[in-house]
């Protein structure tokens, strides 16, 4: 990868446009890795800058979520904040041109990194959540399962005063919210009061091995690897890059700012996404 301190070339939308038209044209059945990056349009902040930095502290992690009642508290007294941002997004045109690239037989899978079930609200057919869906809620003990908002529903109604409270919004339905969390009352299973969790990957937590698996099979058989809107920093999406270099694939990335993969694509285009895949979209 580039020295941070090395300028990144910036393409303009018409320049990467027609590069990336090309590369499909030369490659027409791929896999297409999304990141927080196509999500910003829609409302929802992403992780990093354009150097692949933490633009803020770091997500909760699964041990501590699991172990420590105050780190529970926390998430789920800032999710009282966060989560209806994710809850009322909507796709935005990054969305649907992704899912038109499915349409006109172009991606063959879509990998998404993201939580918030965009892709498929935008007509996304053929796609894994790697990193599994936030509208959910799982059980950890008894595998009890239900909607997101339920638990949402309870926390307010265990919680009235913390509706007060109000700060801007972070990823994954967390917000910047500092506050005393100590006497927040955490929703519990309601058959065995085990552990309620998001149904995500959290940071320090794997991502299931079927999931992965399915992945490197399509791979395996495709075309190309296309990666769009991810700074692939984080090791679960980095995977596929390293896979596809060692079975030869060709790689293209799409990302305002630099990417862990940066070294290994034939393909570096740093420039808008929803604009980029207009014209990308206008040349196929």
């Known amino acids: 990868m580039p020295a941070a301190d090395q300028p990144l070339e910036l393409h303009s939308s018409e320049q990467a446009g027609a590069m990336l038209a090309e590369f499909i ?15 910003t349009d829609s409302g929802i902040p992403d992780y990093r800058d354009g150097d692949g930095a933490w633009k803020r502290k770091q997500p909760v992690q699964h041990q501590d979520f699991m172990t420590n009642t105050m780190v529970r508290q926390r998430y789920w007294g800032r999710s009282l904040i966060g989560w209806p941002i994710i809850r009322n997004a909507r796709p935005n045109t990054a969305h649907h041109h992704v899912a038109e690239l499915e349409f006109r037989r172009h991606s063959r899978l879509l990998v998404t990194q993201n ?7 935008a007509g996304s057919r053929s796609v894994t959540d790697l ?4 509208d959910e809620v799982i059980c950890m003990e008894c595998g009890y399962r239900c909607k997101r908002d339920e638990v949402h529903e309870r926390c307010a109604d265990m919680n009235p005063t913390f509706e007060r409270y109000s700060a801007s919004a972070a990823p994954d339905g967390d917000a ?4 005393d969390f100590s ?12 552990i309620l969790k998001p149904d995500v990957v959290f ?12 992945t490197l099979d399509t791979l395996k058989t495709c075309d190309g690897l296309l990666v769009i809107g991810s700074s692939l920093m984080v090791y679960s999406g980095f995977r596929f890059c390293r896979y596809a270099k060692e079975w030869g694939k060709p790689m293209a990335t ?22 980029t895949l207009s014209y990308t979209l206008g040349q196929l």
């Open 25 to 39: 044209h030369r490659h027409p059945g791929l896999v297409v890795l999304t990141g927080a990056g196509v999500s």
């Open 115 to 121: 939580v918030d079930r965009l892709h498929q609200q």
């Open 131 to 134: 990193h599994g869906r936030a």
């Open 176 to 179: 910047d919210l500092e506050v």
């Open 183 to 194: 006497e927040f009352r955490i929703a519990d299973c309601p058959f065995c009061d085990g």
């Open 203 to 214: 940071f320090g937590d794997y991502v299931p091995k079927d999931r992965v698996t399915s």
């Open 254 to 275: 799409l990302n305002l700012g630099r990417t862990r993969a940066d070294s290994l694509v034939d393909l570096k285009l740093n420039a808008g996404i929803s604009d």
